[in-house]
């Protein structure tokens, strides 16, 4: 499925079970792509996670139901999907800025948020350069940790921090960025920063070998300072080269950041001319 069609199409699905129990691997499985790649597609492409709309649809319809109608604020919680009147209640403040029962006893305006629609647009016509190279299976030393795909976005720069800041990049300097889901299909990922191995040398504390099996990668290379550069190669990644794609599909779970050493650029990893790739394991489709 194109990832236009698969957006619009998970989009009408949340809709239609906007009061129930809505996960990333569901609306996942509705368009039959892995949750692996179609978090990240939709985050790229839309902005946001899979959760973070569904979470900013359902506060948008409890406060317009909150101001139409005569629910009571559990009975909203409920219908909404949250366990308490208090955990709404935190909710529709952070969304809204006020409490239901400040919306409902002085009247104030609460925030709307739209369903996404899709509109045609032109795109592409641009050049976008990747070689598409064949890797034996390699082994790699890093520091691993497991992450939400919802959280993933904002917990894994702080990752990298604290791994710099405990003085762990003694040991593994980051030349990888490694997310790993070997099935696909769960709500979690592992997350290793992390070089090559040397078998010669003894395993840190703290750390832990994984082996990147043999795949036909699709190598993206990417020149610019972070995070900008890599975000506008990931995004046409998904929106330029993935729907013009027609011989190969995603092949397994594994998605690398490889990074050039810093101390090579006068500007380090915000100099203009940073140099990085992107890696995604491909087949050729059946």
Known sequence: MEWAKAIGEAVRYIENHITEDITLSSVAEHV???????HKGFSILCGYSVMEYVRNRRMALAGEELITSNITVIDLAMKYGYDSPDSFTKAFSRFHGHTPLAVRKNKTMVRTFAPLKLTISLKGGSVM?????????????????????????????????????????????????????????????????ADVYNPSVDIPDGFTVRTIPAFTWAVFPCR???????????????????????????????????????????????????????????????
């Open 224 to 286: 610019g300072a972070l995070p900008h550069a890599l975000q506008d190669i990931n995004a046409k990644i998904f929106s330029e080269w993935l729907p013009a794609l027609q011989d190969y599909e995603f092949a397994a779970g594994y998605c690398i950041e490889m990074y050039d050493a810093p101390d090579k650029y006068p500007g380090g990893t915000s100099d203009e001319n940073y140099y990085t790739e992107i890696w995604l394991p491909i087949r050729k489709k059946a």
């Open 129 to 193: 350069d990747y070689k598409i190279t064949k890797k034996e299976a390699f082994c790699i030393l890093g520091a691993s940790k497991e992450f939400s795909y919802e959280n993933a976005k904002r917990e894994i720069p702080l990752f990298w921090q604290e791994h710099y800041a405990s003085g762990r990049g003694k040991h593994v300097c980051g030349m990888f960025g490694v997310n790993i889901d070997p099935q696909m299909a769960y709500e979690k990922f592992e997350y290793l920063i």
């Open 32 to 38: 039959r792509i892995s949750p692996f790649y179609f």
